[in-house]
């Protein structure tokens, strides 16, 4: 059951604990923090929303995770503008990669393990399952199957991943048993993965077991040990990605095991299907080489190693300051690229320590090193020249130098990477020319990041309006924006400047459109404005008003006329509607008032419309209860 505890203030924001079972839709909204102690099973065919701009903390005692299990799903849809975090509650100068477990979604796609998990906790469940499964990492099952994943669909949709942020995740609970960062098992390409950024998790930021959910747009930021890790017959697709790996961040095993692509088609390894075969484009790596020469160096180990069988492509990449660029580890996977089963085509490596391109194959290392210097790559000893500020872990620029090899050289020829799911390049590596993706949703400090309310890069649009007969002023009060875009309501010409004024030819109620924009996002709102032309003939004197105003029940009309005049008077709502009409026959020259009862009306704003012989005037009543 999803228990929740009361709320407690916290700065700006409320917040809720969660623990326990999430077992039917729930939204976490973004007006409260929400912190979730231990193992969160998202289950039994649930949904859970979270809105864009939220924020989420996890209580380090508990190795609190996030789980969405196979059937249940997560809609995590955040914005450029507001992006959603799922982070440390530890307080901000304190937080460290591991304070918490991590996001795992299990879902029911292909996996090559060759029968279900007959040790596993739930392996009961998994006998009455189609297709095969197994238990993720981390010690997750349980008797109920909850950490079970893999099955039969092949667009199975375990939700949304899109602008959101996971920080200082990953658990270790044993060597070769750990919670990722972002842990995928099994999951469909019914799922939508698009701008997702993983700081400092404490084993992989990624972990693929199976599956073939594509993404895009994915960000690793000191990550302890692999970015981009994928096991048990993954394939899906990914394109723009960027790792940056921070050189005092490594993991510290027994041996060197710190890469940046680590591929697996399974531990035996086996030949078993699906191969373990996905598809990289337009993928970003920058290695530990900042500092120079590593006093640890054997704890970075490679670019991209791609091991056990596996069949990683990888195209139109840049892989830079690693120990070793690409090493192609093993009989099965060296045979696989020499029989373009295994593609590297039109990257660029360069600053190895070592290597830019290798292979522990001694006899196929000549072969190797010729195919691909003859598929479009380019190879340096020095990375210098290539990307802006690659190194800079605060504020890191990846995009490419105006005279830059990686500006041109892509290529999307070829079955694998001709896909419509791939967006074609001229450029190598992550971005290209000024198409910076990271803008306004990322962050690079999150240690240093209060989160104490709800997250919003975009502007706040809200104005207020003067009218004066047919000519209307604005006050702009928008927040953060930048650019203004105004609709007065009347088929003119649209405005773009900070605060206008407008002119309209005939007397009426508009309704005016302000958008305010930043390069983060927009903000509309409107407002309603009556205008009124005063004519030669006005036959009202000096100033027309209404008190009280506002009122809850009566409010007296008072107005000066230059002669006697029929005079009547109308309550309308705030679209023009005429709501009632008060006929008052023939009054007197001089002042004169009327008590307008409104005690009928809910509460809001209306106009009271005098009209006396041919002339008329309009104010405005704010009705409050």
């Known amino acids: 059951m999803l228990a929740i505890l009361p709320f407690v203030a916290i700065a700006q924001a409320p917040t809720k604990t969660i623990s326990g079972n999430i077992t039917s839709n729930y939204t976490f909204q973004n007006d409260t923090i929400y912190i979730i102690d231990g193992f969160i099973f998202v289950k039994n065919n649930a949904t859970l929303t979270i809105e864009p701009g939220t924020i989420v903390k996890a209580i380090k005692e508990s190795r609190s995770t996030l789980i969405i299990t196979m059937g249940a799903k997560i809609i995590a849809d955040g914005t450029k503008a507001q992006p959603i975090v799922l982070t440390s509650n530890e307080a901000a100068g304190n937080r460290t990669p591991g304070d918490w477990g991590g996001l795992i979604i299990l879902g029911r796609n292909v996996i090559n393990r060759a029968a279900d998990c007959t040790t596993c906790p739930g392996a009961a469940i998994a006998a009455t399952l189609n297709g095969n499964q197994n238990a993720i990492e981390g010690d997750i099952d349980n008797a109920i199957g909850d950490g079970l994943y893999g099955g039969t669909l092949t667009n199975d949709n375990s939700g949304i991943l899109r602008f959101v942020r996971v920080e200082f995740a990953g658990v270790v609970i044993t060597p070769g048993n ?65 790792a940056q790996r921070d050189s005092f961040n490594f993991d510290t095993g027994n041996s060197p095991t710190t890469n940046s692509f680590e591929s697996d088609n399974d531990a035996t390894p086996t030949f078993s299907n699906p191969r373990t075969s996905p598809t990289f484009s337009n993928v970003t790596i920058v290695g530990p080489a900042a500092n120079g020469p590593l006093d640890d160096q054997g704890s970075f180990q490679n670019g991209a ?85 690659p190194f800079d872990y605060l504020n890191p620029d990846w995009t490419p130098l105006s005279n830059s090899t990686a500006n041109t050289g892509a290529s999307f020829s070829g079955e694998e990477i001709s896909d419509a799911f791939f967006t074609p390049t001229a ?51 928008s927040a953060v924006a930048t650019t203004y875009s105004w609709n007065f309501g009347d088929a003119s010409a649209l405005s773009s400047e900070a605060a206008p004024s407008h002119t309209y030819t005939t007397d009426g109620t ?109 104010l405005r009543l704010a009705v409050s209860k």
């Open 510 to 618: 508009y309704t005016i459109t302000l958008i305010a924009s930043n390069n983060c996002g927009s903000d509309t709102t409107t407002s309603s404005v009556t205008v009124q032309q005063v004519g030669i003939n006005d036959i009202f004197v000096n100033t027309t008003s209404l008190v009280p105003n506002p009122t809850n029940n009566f409010s007296q009309l008072n107005f000066n006329l230059k002669t006697s005049a029929q005079v009547s008077v109308e309550v309308l709502d705030i679209s023009g509607r005429v709501l009632e009409t008060t006929k008052r026959g023939q009054m007197n020259a001089g002042e004169n008032s009327i008590i307008i009862n409104v005690g009928q009306y809910a509460a809001g704003t209306y106009l009271v419309r005098i009209n006396a012989d041919n002339n008329s005037k309009t």
């Open 427 to 477: 450029f190598r590596g992550a971005f290209g020319g000024q198409n910076n993706w990271t803008e306004c949703w990322t962050e690079f400090d999150p240690n240093n990041t209060a989160y104490t309310n709800t997250i919003n890069f975009g502007p706040t649009a809200t104005f207020t309006t003067n009218a004066n007969e047919l000519v209307v002023t604005t006050n702009n009060n």
């Open 305 to 389: 190693r791609i091991r056990r069988n596996s069949q990683l492509s990888l195209f139109n990449s840049i892989v830079i300051g690693f120990p070793t660029g690409i090493f192609i580890d093993g009989t099965g996977c060296t045979n696989a690229y020499l029989g373009d089963t295994l593609l590297l085509k039109n990257n660029i490596v360069a600053g190895a320590l070592g290597r830019n391109i290798t292979t522990n194959q001694t006899a196929s290392y000549n072969a190797v090193v010729a195919k691909f210097m003859s598929q479009g790559n380019d190879t340096s000893n020095t990375f210098a020249g290539l990307l802006t500020a």
């Open 178 to 242: 750990e919670i990722n960062a972002i842990t995928l098992g099994g999951v469909g390409n019914g799922t939508i993965m698009e701008h997702i950024q993983v700081t400092q998790g404490n084993d992989d930021a990624f972990e693929w077991f199976g599956g073939n959910v594509n993404a895009k747009y994915l960000i690793t930021h000191g990550t302890i040990d692999d970015d981009f890790d994928s096991d048990f017959g993954f394939n899906g697709k990914i394109q723009f990605a960027v």
